[in-house]
């Protein structure tokens, strides 16, 4: 048999957990720094807490794990005897692996709110599972990188993630642009245009201005029955992104002048500093409407041609489902596959990060072999990651595997090496070669 | 609704998620340094990877994901007329949740052979899943730290693995027996007393002579139709734990010596170098009989009754299954639960790994907050840890709040050191406070 993989899952080779690992550290560190601290949560979470949170496209793509035992025993027989896969569900499965890490810091909240300290700043970097058809670089099985600040409304949260957003794709030598906007600038301009009820058409339409002007945006506008003078309206509202103009024009609708306060006081946060990146005020971005009620974020690359590879917000009412409301929260989500290819395709990543080893000791007898345990242990104990060649094979094979494992450095040991106690140490990239004491090599390759 | 989750798995506060990295990073950075290169395999595998590797209970414990969609209309009807379980699971589930690392490790070398270098040296640290009996300290889901050296049969890997067992429990402050025993040499005293037949029910009793005494195994060889004088014979056998009599003893047997030769030979390459904890040859140690064919090793706490905090051994074929025959290895596994549970018993954690936060910033009125704004920038463009109090609440408030997040500094802000530009830093634990420019704060706090 050929062992395959289920479609819509990765295997991660050496290089690939390395350069993952990267960005995943490169994250890690800043949002250390800034207070956060790492929770881990189970991969199966009770089917109860994550139905009905995602839409019902989302309770579908929700992979689902089979009661242990005679799961048939506790069946809906009604539904077995209708065939009813959707039925029968509830009563052989009652636990799913978790869709994002959202809901189960959600949950996590709620359960542990009498140990935590709020406000609580949490991350999670662990892999979700969404039953969606597997395309080209999109999988069923994916890591998320998510960072919360939640149990204060303070906005300085904000003007923190901006920086933190600017740090980390800074220190990851990407050029990006930060776009940020206000949930309730949105409900404002819909108000003021007189289209509060359609909100979520004018906002999905809108957020596609770049790509389809203003033309396509009117269409897809008059299909939801928008007029054509409420159109007109829009579209000068649109024709200035400065956040003076945009609240004087929808200066009458109360939540809209809060939207544009909100995303004032996050700049006077931010005014004495300076950012390495761009940071635009961009109030045509929507993001996921579902739960977000302030601020919103996303990023874009400026190099690369490819979706958001970050977004955020800040939401009212996240623990309110699992019974504790009131605890207003912000958060950001980096989307590490995109980041990932987006280095790939831009050669971004260190040199260094792929191979930690730095020297392959080549033994020519089984006596120097030996001998060269002891040099191999010496090295490890003066921190330099090294192997030994497991037999003294012949040269050829052994400096091939040196060769295809990219491994920096060669040592060779043969009985003259060893009776004199120097050994030949060589360089494979450029070929140089030197005849060094174990003391000697061990100085040219320590880390420093 | 209260949430829960489910029996059997866990939450991670952040606590814990720091200690467990602490032993993940220092085990990875001594797989690292002996040449061992991390991969990653996806937490769902197709159920005919898995099915069939762990025997019939091993089946049974297997988490099955059930198919997406209508899984009925491809579901076997005979076993839907039955309420048959067992025979219906294939139809509506072809993925599971991997059970060990060692399974998908084979198969991911299979599957990649041809971009492998041989011998090949990865390491992986991902969680399992097992539907045990949950119990106190014992989880369905749970992480399994492994290292496998495939592709050689040089017993310098088995040599190898005691340096690297060595260094990771000296590093984590442990004190520890490292038994080593041979499956051959198993093999050989079974053939020598004359019950080559009775292998596993020998072993099996053998490895509770400690708990039990030589009573208890021969009552329990009785039992497997063992006669009196071959557990008087067996008992002889047992009398010396020096490999030299030992071998004297099992003479007869090819296979025995052959056992008794291998472990010699990683003695030898072990001879010149001085370990910091104990090595032990232990012929009664059997361990995981079904796929280990050689050395094999684990790791007893001495300070602390509990299970082995590590098992491995060496196996000829377990890429066989898959269609990959010949390729021999060996590989250890931590058992990472255990370890946590003995560090934490025995108060073993570094102090310092709990608390990355450095210092809370306390402003006092909103003025002095935008102003404590820029200096957290100052702090962290310095690589300080901090973070400030999302608003100018009560002094007592943010006290209070520096207090129970642990974290060790404060920096006061009011108008008064805003003006004058220096600030009063206090340390939490012996209440010790200084007024000092930002400069000289970045200076105390800086890492370094």
Redesign the interface.
Known sequence: ??????KG??????Q???RQ?FIFDTIKKVF????Y??????????L??LLGKYGDEGD??L????N??????K?DTDA?DR????G??NS????G?RYDLTVPFA??V???QH?I?F?F??YQIQ?V?R?DRPQKGRYQ?FYQCDAD?IG?E?L??E?EYV?MID?VFTRLGLEVEIKINNRKILAGIAETVGIPDKMVAMTVAVDKLDKVGWDGVANELIASEVTQDQIDSLKKMYGSRQLEELKHLIGTSAIGVEGVNEITEVL??LS??SLTQQLTFDPTLARGLSYYTGCIFEVKSKEVQIGSMLGGGRYANLTEV??LPGVSGVGISFGVARIFDVMQELNRFPEDIDQ??KVLLVALDETC??WS??LL?EL?TN??????Y??PAKLKKQMK?AD??DTPYVIMIGSEEMSQERYLLKHMADGDQWQLSLAEIIEKLKPN
């Open positions: 048999m050929k062992p395959t993989i289920p899952t990765r295997d991660y080779s050496p690939e957990v390395h690992n250390e720094k800034y207070g601290q790492p929770i881990e949560t189970p991969v199966m979470e009770n109860d807490t579908k793509l992979f689902k794990v089979l242990n035992g005679d799961f048939l025993s069946a077995l065939r009813d896969s959707n029968l569900v052989i499965s009652k636990r692996l949950r996590y709620v359960m542990h140990e300290q406000p700043k949490r892999p599972w039953a099985e600040a204060s303070s300085m949260y003007a920086l740090e006077v946060y004495n500093l699992f019974g930690p080893i072999h030996k345990f002891n242990h490890h921190e330099i990651p090294a192997h030994l497991p037999e595997y295809s494992s």
